[in-house]
């Protein structure tokens, strides 16, 4: 919301004392209506049948009316739905995080591996041989 919280109240006060006073109003008609009509039997079958369908479309509206004209019940659902985004975007970091510390994990394994393989075969055993006794030679002679 653009403005301050108090701002915000204010309106979302002043929109819910509107919606309240509607309510009542329509109660109010309504009521006026149904004194004015007989008690309702008619000898239409029409009618009859009609008769539950209005009855749900009303309980529907109604419904409707009072989940949808609810102010806190708005906020609410917008704190929802920020929350619900901030989840989705920390879940999406934390999975790109992961592929990335794997992906830099395989790469550094890879690259130890491949120093293995390459020190393995550049190695002459021969040439490890001659070093290694021309060492215990160099060692005996100092020795002696």
């Not at 329509?26 to 004194?35: A, H, K, P, Q, Y």
């Not at 409707?64 to 929350?83: F, I, Q």
């Not at 790109?96 to 190695?123: F, K, P, Q, R, Y």
Request: glycine share 4%; hydrophobic share 45%.
């Amino acid at each position: 919301h653009p403005q301050s919280v108090r701002s915000y109240c204010l309106v979302a006060h002043r929109a819910a004392a509107e919606i309240q006073k509607n309510r009542e109003e329509r109660r109010r008609m309504l009521t006026e209506r149904r004194r004015d009509r007989s008690d309702g039997t008619v000898a239409n079958g029409r009618r009859r049948e009609r008769r539950p369908r209005k009855q749900r479309e009303r309980a529907i509206r109604l419904l409707l009316n009072r989940v949808l004209a609810n102010v806190p019940l708005s906020v609410l659902l917008d704190a929802a739905e920020v929350l619900f985004d901030t989840s989705l975007s920390t879940a999406f970091a934390a999975g790109t995080l992961t592929a990335w510390s794997v992906e830099a994990s395989v790469s550094i394994l890879c690259g130890v591996v491949h120093g293995v393989i390459d020190v393995m075969a550049n190695l002459n055993p021969c040439a490890f041989i001659m070093t290694v006794l021309a060492l215990q030679r160099d060692a005996a002679v100092c020795a002696s």
